[in-house]
């Protein structure tokens, strides 16, 4: 019976368990038995060593994936969840966290709207006033150019009268 270092178990558990590789194509690699292989990953699972690399999967998963998820679970029973989920790789807990993060989506939606339609209905007082405060200064431009106008005028008619 050939010994295999625990290195060598742990790296061929977390390939089987993350779905990098299955059971029989390491089998033909490495010339273990499918037996074998299936006993480490059961030890593995056992002593939890499937949780951590099946959530980190999952997890990488796409929110649409895992909404598809919630909505085929919402009917099913606990017994019945366990089930898919063994099938899945997923675990019960994770449902239940999409579930809550689904039912969350829309709930900051509502909160982020009234908060930047108030922005904009600031914002948009505030370009009034700031054209209302540009028409003035151009009304107060325009007139001091045309009051400058009328006294190069009048200068020029009568001549300056300064220098008396």
């Known amino acids: ?43 593995g699972e056992e002593i939890g060593v499937s949780s951590e690399k099946k959530e980190s999967i999952a997890d990488k998963w796409s929110s649409q994936d895992k909404f598809q998820i919630v909505i085929e679970t919402a009917t099913l029973n606990e017994v019945e969840i366990a089930e898919y989920c063994r099938k899945k790789g997923i675990y019960p807990e994770q449902i239940k966290n999409w579930k809550n993060t689904c039912m969350q989506a829309n709930g900051g939606i509502a909160q982020e709207s009234s908060r930047l339609n108030l922005e904009l209905k600031n914002s948009n007082i505030e370009k009034k006033q700031l054209e209302k405060e540009l028409k003035r200064k151009n009304k107060a431009l325009a007139e001091a150019a045309a009051l400058l106008v009328l006294r190069k005028n009048a200068d020029a008619i009568w001549g300056d009268h300064e220098d008396e």
């Open 1 to 43: 019976m050939a010994r295999y270092s625990n290195e060598l178990k742990n790296t061929i558990i977390s390939k089987i368990i993350t779905g990098k590789a299955t059971p029989a194509q390491i089998a033909e690699e490495t010339g273990i038995s499918l037996t074998t292989l299936y006993k480490w990953k059961n030890r």
